[in-house]
């Protein structure tokens, strides 16, 4: 099958807000429309949509998740929208993001309205699929090929709904990160981009940060739940920079000046994209030692890890990334070799074989 496809990508979450999965939907669509297929992108949006090829469905409400606040759109006008677009649209293949979530996702499931590729993104511990188990795993049946984005998310998804599953990593735009001019700076500098809640361990960050000498700045990018009292705490501290949000060229921009980049996260970490992002920018990874950032690093071989929550080792880990100049070059080197293993093309490649694989077998 050689002809162009048209693919219906779905994303439970507001794409003008920076995620995660919101990323991956998006790069992907890119690379797919790159390739000459008509792939869009449908999901809620507060604003205007990022991107020509988005598909609004409404506004989104901020609701629990996975430990985590979620920019969801479960109520009955999103999904009404969501059915008049799939049935308007006529996709070849739809291509659902976390398809149990409440909202265009798991509307898209249940109308069915073309062969269904699904990826699961979340790890750890999931209540809804706790409660829920029996309707989800009905459910799940309804999907054509499923993939989880690392073990843990795998663990996850079998031990509550069964079923077969394709193990497919992330993807990050290396090129496009790679051409990004780097943000210039004359110090030494830390940077830290990540929703502001407990699990992303901002604050142990700010806790190690105060270990670190007067020539070094800290760059904080994002904002959430506890920018105001982090903010208000470090407000004496000139070397603490709050960035607010920012753009995915500013992003790639600071990823690329900076020396360090740091995931201090407490745990729900399915995969590191952030950490590839920063591998593909030569920029030294130094992270918590979570099963989800072991999908993507290694200590001491193209990062170095530390144990969750603790304020000494991740001080200490920032200082040696700084100060011993030939480590820090070896693990921007290794790096930036592990990222290519990352590649969106390849990720790409993978799922449009999948595609033509269900759009063969629904017609055949």
Known sequence: MNRPLRVGLVCPYSLTIPGGVQMQVLALAHELRARGHEARVLGPCDGPPPESFVTPLGNSLPLSANGSIAPLAPDPSAAFRTIRVLNDEAFDVLHVHEPLAPGPTLTAVLTRSAP????????????????LKGPLSRIVKRIDHKVVVSKDALALAQSHLGGDYEVLFNGVDISQIQAIDPMATDRSTIFFCGRHEDRKGLRILIDAFEQMPADVDLWIGSDGPDTAALLSRTSGDQRIHWLGRITEEDKFARLRGADVFCAPSL????????????????????????????????????????????????????????????????LRKAGALRAADFAMSTLADRYVEIYQELIFTSTS
């Open 116 to 131: 269904i590729v699904a990826t699961f993104h979340a790890a750890g511990q999931s209540k809804s699929y706790q409660i």
């Open 267 to 330: 745990g729900g970490e399915s995969f590191g994209v952030v950490l590839i992002e920063a591998m593909a920018a030569e920029t030294t990874v130094v992270a918590s030692a979570l099963d989800g950032y072991r999908n993507v690093a290694t200590d001491n071989v193209d990062s170095i890890l530390t144990p969750p929550g603790s304020v000494d080792a991740l001080a200490g880990a920032l200082r040696r990334a700084l100060d011993d100049r030939k480590l820090a070059e070896r």
